[in-house]
């Protein structure tokens, strides 16, 4: 694995290295727009550098900031960071912020900084694969992005996508794992060219029929149409895509 390990530093603090700079990060990014936990984010240029609860650690004083604030501490004085230092060393304070404000610019540039995961199908042992509805690359219409699922399928239109990379070519069958609340309208799925759909059960699997997937990556749309103008929630949510083997050719 890439990276410098900390554990002799953790283990004996004589051994700490004050001249290398330690960057943190929350695994919870923040941008106005967000009024949910799970929130979707459609782009990570929302993700404005103020907005963020990071850190940085250079020798003994250390620079915080989130939630509208931001502070120096001593930590060789003041470990439990209880005081603000910023007015005692303001050089320091300003350079600890440019620090941290040109490494949050650096990971924002990185390809995979704030990306949905890629979902692998037809790993070999295996004839069944999933993909995780939670981590759609995009929504449209009123669907709602949670911990565990999409939710509030309610109208024509509402749509999600979600990446796949294909390790193993071949036919799968592709069922949708729901909880569906007013059973009616269709639900497509779509890759490349290819479109299957199927109506509506009020059932926890919908088969939706059987696809020819080649290798690589490929962005799946989920979609619901012909629903009732005003109709409740048809699925209340979309938890996975299952993709099973239906080739003899595939080899688990």
């Not at 269709?186 to 479109?195: C, P, T």
Request: proline residues 4%; negative net charge; hydrophobic residues 35%.
């Amino acid at each position: 694995m890439d990276g410098i390990s900390l554990v002799h530093r953790l283990e004996d603090a004589d051994h700490f290295d004050g001249d290398r700079a330690l960057f943190f990060a929350t695994h919870d990014a923040m941008w106005p727009q967000r009024e949910r936990l799970y929130d979707h984010l459609s782009s990570k240029q929302q993700l404005a550098f103020k907005d963020q609860v990071l850190a940085v650690r250079l020798g003994n004083f250390k620079y915080v900031q989130g939630y509208g604030h931001n502070a120096l501490h001593d930590l060789l004085n003041d470990p439990s960071e209880s005081r603000d230092v910023s007015d005692q060393y303001p050089e320091i304070h300003e350079h600890l912020e440019s620090q941290l404000r040109n490494w949050y610019r650096t990971v924002l540039e990185w390809d995979t900084s704030y990306a949905m995961p890629v979902f692998p199908i037809g790993l070999s042992g295996s004839d069944t694969s999933y993909a995780y509805a939670c981590a759609p690359v995009t929504i449209e219409g009123g669907i709602i992005s949670g911990s565990h699922a999409t939710m509030n399928w309610s109208q024509t239109g509402d749509t999600q996508t979600i990446l796949i990379e294909v390790i193993t070519p071949g036919k799968y069958d592709i069922e949708l794992e729901t909880v569906v609340g007013a059973p009616h309208g269709e639900i497509r799925v779509s890759i490349d060219n290819q479109m299957i759909q199927a109506a509506i059960r009020d059932a926890y699997r919908q088969d939706l029929g059987t696809m020819r997937l080649t290798s690589g990556k490929h962005l799946i749309s989920i979609s619901l149409h012909e629903t009732a103008d005003d109709a409740p929630v048809v699925i209340h949510e979309l938890r996975r895509i299952v993709f099973r083997s239906a080739d003899s050719t595939i080899v688990p």
